[in-house]
């Protein structure tokens, strides 16, 4: 199947300017933190992205805020008690964990690397708890480099529409990268992301509504809107 990913990404970026316009808050927590000059971005986006793995980005938001105005630093996350880190990150999901990882980051970051976060993918996938997904992010959105951050949304839309058969995010980010062309790599997730959470959701997906429905083969779909 040949797929027109220039018309599939004009239209969603119509979509998304459109979405922008109707509800000027729309943003992603890594978008958010990446024109926030009040921290170091590439320690904002990391903090912010680990935290959010299986939590809502409305929660996610505020905890990494609470978190981020008390450690704008490794250095500083690192002088304190992983109890207050998880008392600050609550209610995200797994906290504790994501607490303990934090605290390792933290530590490893000052041993390492004076401090900062690296720009290259294998030394982002050896810190603990840092996958595909929050690597991609860091290098992308902090650093501006190339990388093609897949997560669930991604992974599932991509599944859905038919352009990739696939059975996790990781198998999914591989194939797009040989598909995919490299111009969209960057804007992948931050389009897709607000559409899975908008539109095209995990159950009953909004179909009568889609931008790019004349390119999606509704694959896996029993019920829609």
């Not at 027109?4 to 300017?17: C, H, T």
């Not at 159950?203 to 829609?224: A, M």
């Amino acid at each position: 199947m040949k797929i027109n990913w220039d018309k599939i990404f004009s239209a969603l970026e119509k979509w998304r300017d459109d979405v922008s316009i109707t509800d000027p808050s729309v943003t992603t927590v890594a978008e958010h933190y990446k024109y926030n000059k009040a921290v170091n971005k590439p320690w904002a986006v990391l903090v912010s992205t680990i935290i959010s793995l299986r939590t809502k980005d409305e929660v996610t938001l505020v905890a990494s805020e609470r978190l981020l105005n008390k450690t704008k630093s490794p250095k500083e996350l690192n002088a304190m008690k992983q109890s207050e880190i998880e008392k600050l990150i609550y209610p995200a999901g797994f906290y504790r964990n994501k607490a303990i990882s934090l605290k390792k980051i933290a530590s490893i970051l000052l041993e390492k690397y004076n401090g900062k976060v690296p720009s290259l993918m294998d030394e982002l996938l050896a810190l603990p708890g840092v996958g595909r997904k929050t690597a991609n992010l860091v290098l992308t959105e902090a650093y501006d480099l190339e990388g093609l951050c897949v997560d669930i949304h991604v992974h599932r839309i991509s599944n859905r529409c038919g352009w990739l058969s696939s059975k996790d995010p990781d198998e999914t980010e591989m194939i797009l990268r040989k598909i995919l062309p490299g111009k969209y790599w960057k804007r992948i997730n931050y389009l897709l992301v607000l559409y899975g959470q908008k539109l095209c959701r995990p159950v009953s997906p909004f179909c009568s509504n889609c931008v790019i429905k004349k390119y999606c083969s509704q694959s896996g779909v029993e019920k829609y809107r």
